[in-house]
């Protein structure tokens, strides 16, 4: 971890510093990820338990996806299902998912691609390891975040973007301490190739042990900062957060994050998850694979798969 890096950081664009009069976002709670199990059996961490639903929206749920390093035969999926109201997103850092879905798209998704699945009206997909890691085993680490679509688009036409690691927008402190691969949203001025229904930002930043990042946050999303790996501090107050810990950032115009000196030896560097939106203040009924506004649509989305309405498994399909 990660897989998108450079050698000299120097060669990147450099972040600028927050205006001197940036309020720096406080820290509204730390939370510690359950671990759990996904799809066929796949370990994962629940980054967003315990969070009440107003401080994540847009944001609905979040997996952590590994760290696991699987021994051959034991790589896991999901089988076919359904999905409507919302966007997927999966971004692998470590190893290959096999993605399928019941509109055409597809493909697969390894080693810093981002797989980002506008569900909208309806769609089914199914995403497992290809037969080769099948076979082979090796490292699987990633996250899957689900984000809300607003009530005008959640009736949309499903769409499905590729977005390659050599998309990804690269940006680095002004120390080179720490780089930002921007996948979605801007962070000071750099804009990430991913295209979004409602306002949001998707970033993975790695710190060097003992860097500081200082990073403009725009006012209007909110902020959120989940470790992937390693140990430090975020907020004015130097709030401790290590892996799989969801700190949750109050209003402010910037974000402050350290580093600690030392770090573990399977993690050399700070990793985390910047995440940021524009909250949609929708009420918002979430159930199993559907992310309505009322249990009436919700009943609806169950009826609609039942009856085929979601879309059709294709003939030639993964894992047959």
């Not at 390894?110 to 099948?134: C, N």
Request: aromatic content about 6%; cysteine-free.
């Amino acid at each position: 971890m990660p897989a998108v890096t450079v050698n000299d950081l120097h060669t990147l664009p450099q972040l600028p510093a927050p205006a001197p009069t940036a309020t720096i976002r406080p820290v509204l709670s730390v939370t510690t990820a359950p671990a759990g199990f996904e799809g066929e059996g796949f370990p994962v961490r629940r980054a967003f338990a315990g969070v009440s639903a107003t401080r994540l929206d847009p944001f609905i749920h979040m997996d952590q996806m590994g760290e696991v390093e699987y021994a051959p035969g034991e790589p896991k999926g999901t089988p076919w299902h359904p999905h409507r109201g919302f966007e997927t997103v999966t971004y692998m850092i470590d190893g290959t998912f096999q993605h399928q879905d019941s509109t055409g798209g597809g493909g697969l998704i390894t080693d810093g691609d981002t797989q980002w699945m506008t569900a909208g009206a309806g769609i089914l997909h199914i995403e497992r390891p290809p037969e080769t890691l099948v076979a082979s085993g090796g490292l699987f680490h990633g996250i899957q975040l689900w984000v809300n679509l607003p009530a005008r688009d959640k009736r949309i036409a499903p769409r499905y973007q590729d977005i390659g690691r050599e998309r990804v927008a690269l940006v680095a402190s002004p120390d080179g301490g720490a780089l930002i691969r921007v996948i979605a949203g801007s962070v000071a001025g750099h804009q990430g190739p991913g295209v979004t229904h409602t306002p949001i930002v998707l970033a993975h930043a790695s710190l060097a042990p003992g860097a500081e990042l200082r990073l403009p946050w725009p006012a209007k999303l909110n902020a959120l900062v989940y470790v992937l790996g390693g140990r430090g501090s975020v907020g004015p107050q130097a709030a401790a957060i290590g892996t799989g810990q969801l700190a949750v950032l109050g209003a402010g115009e910037a974000l402050t994050l350290r580093a600690d000196p030392r770090q573990e030896t399977r993690t050399p560097q700070l990793e985390v998850l910047l995440l940021g939106g524009r909250p949609i203040r929708e009420p918002v009924v979430a159930y199993g694979p559907f992310v309505m506004n009322s249990r009436a649509e919700i009943a609806e989305a169950f009826e609609d798969y039942q009856h085929g309405r979601l879309g059709t498994v294709p003939a030639e399909q993964l894992g047959s």
